[in-house]
């Protein structure tokens, strides 16, 4: 009876020895487990600190993506965007015209205007207005082979052109002859409407350059049959200017400080002006960058002309 | 007496054996429960992320060739006349402003 009560005992403290045992297994498999679900939580919170940033930057890159695309977009049609670039050009300096007829506003423009080109000395007028930052206008003639003089300046001339058209310059039609007298373009409205036409169409198809402005060789008030040819203009989508100040350069040859006088001393009263010069002369080269920093110190923005300036007519 | 004593001890040893043996095999099953739940969302997230990272790799490629084609037309002349236009616009605006 001992026997077996004593065997029970051991049992039970067997069974409470492997509780124990049971219980410290069972603890140290709880720490190590709750070490692994702790490291497996970790990896979860690091992926999804991954996703997000890589969420963030897949909104980042589409945003940039978009805007790529619209600027793309944007360059497709270049030609429509040019002509809406220079149209809001030339609007803002209409606007500009009108605010200062208006009295709205005391600044003043200038319009230099170069006739009878292109020349050998072209480039270098170029240069200046160039470095000076200004746009003018170029009323030119037909001088190529076809019409048989200045031909071994034709390379040149071909630059001048593509310069004048390409730096945002205006380049009018001044006829392609340019004569005077019993043959010359005033001999009838018609000859003189073809001549305009002639320079148009060699401006255009070399260039691709459509002329709108024009002026008549010697001015408006030159010639009895201008009165005659004024009103066909429209018809064939030209206005002409003229000029309210000039160097006085295509009538004698000065010095370029009296080039400079002529234009500076005659702008009393005139808050549009219009300057006649001649790109041949050498006088009115050195006299250019006098003539722009005087203008400029009076208080006129120089631009190039358009067709709906009220300079034109 | 005492041996209903001990008897009851040792009734009372086995079940307290038995109770621990049977809370470690329902810990281990939870556990094991857990781990594969967490196991399973992170080869989920891997999975999203590497989704995610090949999405992003495709955009910026896409973003390296509209570049391309944005060069080729920067390098346009049409591209320099417009430029021109703008520039003379701001210029202008300048002036006005000065």
């Known amino acids: 009876m001992e026997k ?14 492997c509780s124990l045992l049971m219980t410290v297994i069972i603890f140290c498999f709880y720490l190590k487990f709750d070490r692994n679900i702790i490291e497996l939580k970790k990896q979860n919170a690091f992926l999804d600190e991954q996703i997000e940033q890589q969420n963030q930057l897949t909104d980042d890159l589409s945003a940039v993506y978009k805007t790529k695309l619209e600027e793309l977009d944007s360059y497709k049609d270049f030609e429509e965007l040019i002509l809406n670039e220079k149209e809001a050009y030339y609007n803002d300096i209409i606007d500009l015209e009108q605010k200062i007829l208006s009295g709205e506003t005391n600044k003043k423009i200038a319009y230099l205007t170069f006739d009878d080109g292109p020349y050998r000395l072209s480039e270098s007028f170029l240069d200046v207005l160039d470095e000076y930052e200004v746009r003018a206008t170029f009323f030119y003639l037909m001088k190529c082979e076809a019409t048989g003089y200045d031909e071994e300046f034709s390379d040149v001339y071909d630059r001048v052109y593509r310069r004048i058209i390409s730096s945002g310059h205006t380049l009018g039609n001044h006829t392609a002859s340019h004569k005077f007298g019993e043959e010359g373009v005033y001999q009838s409205a018609d000859y003189f409407i073809q001549d305009l036409l002639k320079n148009r169409s060699f401006i255009y198809d070399r260039y691709g350059y459509k002329t709108t402005v024009m002026r008549f060789p010697g001015g408006s008030g030159t010639s009895s049959m201008t009165p005659y040819i004024i009103p066909r203009l429209k018809d064939i989508n030209y206005v ?50 006098d003539i ?22 | 007496m005492k041996r209903n004593r001990t008897s009851f001890v040792l009734y009372l040893s086995i079940f307290v054996f038995l109770l621990i043996i049977a809370i470690g095999v329902l810990g281990y099953f939870l556990y094991a429960g857990k781990k594969d739940e967490i196991e399973v969302a992170n080869s989920l997230s891997e999975k999203q992320l590497q989704l995610v990272i090949e999405d992003n790799e495709l955009i910026s490629e896409k973003i390296s060739e509209t ?27 300048s002036q006005l402003s000065s």
């Open chain 1, 4 to 17: 077996t009560e004593r065997a029970v005992k051991i049992t039970a403290i067997i069974l409470n020895v």
């Open chain 1, 240 to 289: 002409y200017v003229d000029w309210n100040a000039e160097t006085g350069d295509g009538k004698k040859v000065m010095s370029a400080e009296t080039y400079t006088a002529n234009v500076l001393n005659n702008t009393e009263g005139k808050n549009i002006l219009v300057v006649l010069m001649h790109d041949y002369s050498e006088n009115t080269l050195k006299a250019l960058p």
């Open chain 1, 292 to 313: 722009i920093t005087g203008l400029r110190k009076q208080g006129y923005i120089l631009l190039p002309l358009c067709n709906r300036s009220v300079a034109c007519h």
């Open chain 2, 67 to 93: 570049d391309e084609k944005i060069e080729r037309y920067r390098q346009d002349d049409r591209y320099e006349e417009l430029a021109l236009w703008k520039r003379l616009r701001e210029q202008l605006k």
